[in-house]
């Protein structure tokens, strides 16, 4: 079994590239979510505890499973932790062993970022130049970077409520060639934007995003909403915008349409992403249509990152190969190998 460490992964993502390791991966979720079909997929089940939320995030095609482990816990920062850490497997179907294991919390943030690309450059208007992102946690640079290989982004206005997550940000992107404008709040932030997008970490119903703030022809990526009981964007700018969503069985449980009922859904959810990837909907009609992405993050998109990572370690000779599963002559002697007996 390969095991992909921290180390491996930065490794790996040096040799290949970090912008072709981004472009490469959109290409993998393209063609994974054009045969959604083929996907054994359900609804992620979750487990709040005090403090966060624990989540595991199971698929599989014909040939590979796959699983992420995943929490949230904002707190967590206070104590020198991060938010949100992941660790993932993926295994065959025939025989169901195991061929890798990984670190997914850099996976977890780089297929996000893909993911929403993707998205970004279905829906939002094609002259978009200035992206307003509120939230710059461990996550914005990983989208404000695969947003721009979309969108010939000039200017980035950000905000967050912790003033040092701003100097991150800024120092991240100070030899970028974007104009960077620091904004005292989420108002400010998303003034002139074409492109919005939140990721924010408050597990409650928060009005990230006021309604009033959004003028035609803004697209919008709501990204931070992922969990029961966790929203970012005010409610009356839902029925203002075209929505698309991942999933929406998962959605209808996390996402900014969790505040829907069921007959709402189905009047304001437009389409799930993959029928935008396969040409079957418009993610835009129009230049004054406010386009709406709610994001909660699927397992499908784990299922191509992992595939992505283990194709790409298979050639360039990375990750160490370790005994997670017995090796035996005789199948049926599983205790010869803890007592010796044959």
């Known amino acids: 079994m390969k095991v992909i460490t921290e180390e491996t992964l930065v490794k790996l993502i040096k040799i290949h590239g970090f912008e072709n390791f981004l472009k490469d991966l959109m290409l993998v979720l393209k063609n994974d979510f054009s ?51 992941a660790t993932g497997q993926l295994s065959r179907v025939d ?7 990984s670190e997914m919390t850099v996976l977890t943030a780089l297929r996000t970022a893909a993911t929403t690309a993707i998205a970004t450059d279905l829906m939002s208007r094609k002259n978009s130049q200035t992206l307003g992102i509120i939230g710059t946690g461990a996550q914005s640079e ?49 003034h002139g934007a074409d492109i919005i997008t939140t990721c924010t970490a408050c597990r409650a119903h928060v009005d990230v995003l006021k309604n009033d703030w959004i003028n035609a022809g803004v697209h919008i ?10 929203t970012e964007l005010e409610f009356s700018m839902l029925s203002r915008g075209r929505i698309v969503v991942e999933y929406l069985d998962q959605c209808m449980i ?54 992505f990572v283990y194709d790409l370690t298979n050639r360039y000779g990375l990750g160490q190969e370790l005994n997670f599963t017995p090796v035996l002559d005789n199948t049926k002697n599983l205790i010869s190998m803890v007592i010796g007996k044959n």
Request: charged fraction near 25%.
């Open 35 to 85: 045969r959604w079909n083929e996907f054994n997929i359900i609804p992620r089940p979750a487990m709040h505890v005090r403090d966060g939320v624990l989540e595991l995030m199971p698929i599989c095609d014909k040939d590979i499973f796959t699983f992420k482990y995943v929490n949230c816990h904002p707190k967590n920062t206070a104590n020198g932790m991060m938010t949100v850490v």
């Open 95 to 101: 025989s169901g062993y195991p061929l890798m294991f």
């Open 142 to 190: 990983f989208l404000t970077n695969a947003l721009r290989l979309v969108r010939d982004i000039k200017e980035v206005r950000y905000f967050d409520i912790d003033p040092l997550a701003m100097d991150k940000f800024e120092s991240n992107f100070k030899d970028s060639g974007l104009k960077l404008v620091r904004c005292n709040n989420g108002k400010e932030t998303v």
């Open 221 to 230: 990526n709501g990204i931070g909403g992922d969990s029961e009981g966790k």
């Open 254 to 307: 996390e996402g900014e349409i969790q505040r829907f009922s069921r007959q709402e859904v189905k009047r304001h959810v437009c389409a799930e992403l993959h029928e935008l990837i396969n040409g079957g909907i418009a993610g835009r009609e129009n230049d004054a249509q406010i386009t709406i992405y709610d994001s909660v993050g699927i397992a499908l998109e784990d299922y191509s990152v992992l595939r």
